[in-house]
Nanobody, 127 residues
Framework: QVQLVESGGGLVQAGGSLRLSCAAS????????MGWFRQAPGKEREFVAA????????YYADSVKGRFTISRDNAKNTVYLQMNSLKPVDTAVYYC????????????????????WGQGTQVTVSS
């Protein structure tokens, strides 16, 4: 399994930007599909963005489309989430997740298909 460590969270004002990083250990990162999820206080964890192993397929939740960008650098074993135009509703703990193999049948948004999870990083957006 891939071990994941997120970083880059913090406190930012509405309209600001943050870039989250997720560093992976293990030689299987380059073949893993990756996803970002978030969990706001009192709410269930939800899908944010996903990227396949090569970066050729990218998916976003409607709520972040046009504001967030997922990318990966396989040479650095790292996946990123660039978050722009942040809103208070984006406040949450952000988790990255890895799946060995490709997404099947559009299941990139389902938490159950991911094999490994990070511990999360807190993002707080003030109004």
């Amino acid at each position: 399994q891939v071990q994941l460590v997120e970083s880059g969270g913090g406190l930012v004002q509405a309209g600001g930007s943050l870039r989250l990083s997720c560093a992976a250990s293990g030689r299987t990162f380059s073949s893993a599909a990756m996803g970002w999820f978030r969990q706001a206080p009192g709410k269930e964890r939800e899908f944010v963005a996903a990227i396949n192993w090569s970066g050729s397929s990218i998916y976003y939740a409607d709520s972040v489309k046009g504001r967030f960008t997922i990318s990966r650098d396989n040479a650095k074993n790292t996946v990123y989430l660039q978050m722009n135009s942040l809103k208070p509703v984006d406040t949450a703990v952000y988790y990255c997740a890895a799946r060995q193999g490709s997404f099947n049948g559009g299941n990139y948004y389902k938490q159950v298909v991911y094999n490994s999870w990070g511990q999360g990083t807190q993002v707080t957006v003030s109004s």
